[in-house]
């Protein structure tokens, strides 16, 4: 996510690959249960909590059409930072933004189904739209009450590097104090989450964790926030993996193992 890199886009057709919507049974009539006799729990083990996902960039981030409006800055406690970045890409050309996207709305479906409610900071992966801007990102989590932002993102890493890492919030006064400490915390169990589920942790970054001071996304979050970059784009073997349904789905299981481990579900 660190890296401006030019996408070459052919068209915005890349939004492809429609999920479909989750099976609809009808539910067959049956008895009324006594209360007690069945563990609603087990069924539904994230019931209770909203979670906000934010798929990192958006497709039009690499559309000139948009250069002015992601050119828009704004301070974030520690620097000045722009609206966006186009994000990084495999060496074949497929976009985080797209990958990103992919995998979250996967997570999405299987959070809900598993009981939670759960907020996107974007619905849409389209060449003809760009954002919303990091900081619009960050205040997401607030405005839908969630318990948990979840920015999910890929990296752009050194070729011979695989593996996923969290970015969470240092302390940075009057902007992430209030949420610092449990993010950092939230963030070392997404990693145990993840890695228990079968994830590569990165392979170049000590600890899986970073905890930077100058992330937009990070600082203007009024609710625990965690960026977790789920691989590197740029390893060969990983992105073999990224731009496959499987792939896509084996990395938002990683993801849901880690926030069902956030919250000890
Ligand atoms: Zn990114």
């Keep these: 996510m660190r890296f401006l890199v ?3 886009i052919v068209s915005g057709s890349l939004l492809v690959g429609l999920l479909a919507a989750a099976p609809t049974q009808a539910e067959p009539i049956e008895p009324p249960v006594a209360v007690g006799s069945v563990d609603t729990r087990s069924a539904k083990p994230l019931a209770g909590l909203t979670i906000a996902i934010d798929p990192g960039h958006q497709l039009g981030n ?10 828009r800055t704004k301070f974030n406690g520690t620097i000045t930072k722009s609206c966006n970045t186009t ?25 809900e189904r598993q009981g939670a ?32 932002l979840l920015s999910v993102h890929a990296d752009g890493g050194p070729a011979s590097g695989r593996g996923f890492f ?13 949420i610092a400490a449990k993010s ?41 926030v965690v960026l977790v970059e789920v691989g590197n784009m740029r390893n060969a073997a990983e992105a073999r993996d990224m731009v496959t349904r499987k792939g ?6 990683w993801l849901i193992a880690g ?3 956030i919250f000890r579900r």
């Design 6 to 8: 030019p996408v070459s």
């Design 62 to 71: 690499s559309n000139p059409a948009f250069r002015d409006q992601l050119a």
């Design 87 to 111: 994000g990084t890409a495999t060496n074949s050309g497929f976009p985080e933004a797209t990958f990103v996207f992919k995998v979250s709305r996967t997570l999405k479906n299987r959070l």
């Design 117 to 148: 409610t759960v907020k996107m900071t974007r619905t849409t992966n389209s060449y003809d739209r760009y954002g919303p801007c990091v900081w619009k990102r960050g205040k997401f989590g607030a405005k839908v009450d969630a318990d948990l």
């Design 166 to 178: 969290v970015i969470v919030p240092g302390v940075v006064a009057g902007w992430t104090d209030d």
């Design 184 to 224: 950092q915390r939230y963030g070392k169990r997404l990693i145990a989450g993840m890695a228990a589920a079968g994830a590569t942790p990165s392979t170049y970054i000590n600890g899986q964790t970073l905890i930077w001071n100058d992330v937009t996304t990070l600082n203007f979050s009024d609710v625990p």
């Design 248 to 253: 896509q789905r084996a990395y938002a299981a």
């Design 259 to 261: 926030v069902k481990a």
